[in-house]
């Protein structure tokens, strides 16, 4: 006896990947912008005195926070934009990975010491 197939059914709802692309796009972008103001703040007094959030622990208090806030902001974004479409996951990924890649070469000393 054959079992109907859900998946196969033409009533079935279409799934869609948009809500994760958001999560991994918004993930590059968090930790590439977490990279930028470490070194912005690590390099520029101007931009390290804008973000002493809170003494005690100097501009790293306001880099954490930036880049939580931009993590958070780009994932609402997409997600907002994307929740219910089906996006290219491959090329998404790849940007993502990008990102996050640079993000670590930004945050190695000798590749920041030549800015």
């Known amino acids: ?23 991994i796009l918004a993930a590059g972008i968090g930790s ?3 990279a930028v ?7 520029l007094a101007a931009i390290r005195n804008s ?7 100097g501009p790293l208090s ?6 939580i806030l931009i993590w958070l902001v780009s994932w609402v974004i997409f997600e907002w934009r994307w929740r219910n479409k089906t996006v290219g996951i491959g090329r998404i990924a790849a940007i ?8 670590l ?11």
């Not at 006896?1 to 999560?23: D, Y």
């Not at 973000?51 to 622990?57: A, M």
């Open 51 to 57: 973000l002493i959030f809170y003494k005690p622990t």
């Open 96 to 103: 993502a990975l990008g990102l996050l890649g640079l993000s």
């Open 62 to 67: 306001g880099v954490t926070t930036s880049a």
């Open 1 to 23: 006896m054959n079992m109907p197939n859900s998946a196969a059914s033409p009533n079935a709802p279409a799934l869609t990947n948009g809500s994760g692309a958001a999560a």
């Open 37 to 43: 103001l470490a070194c912005a703040g690590d390099k």
């Open 32 to 34: 590439f912008a977490l």
């Open 105 to 115: 070469l930004l945050t190695f000393p000798p590749i920041v010491d030549l800015f």
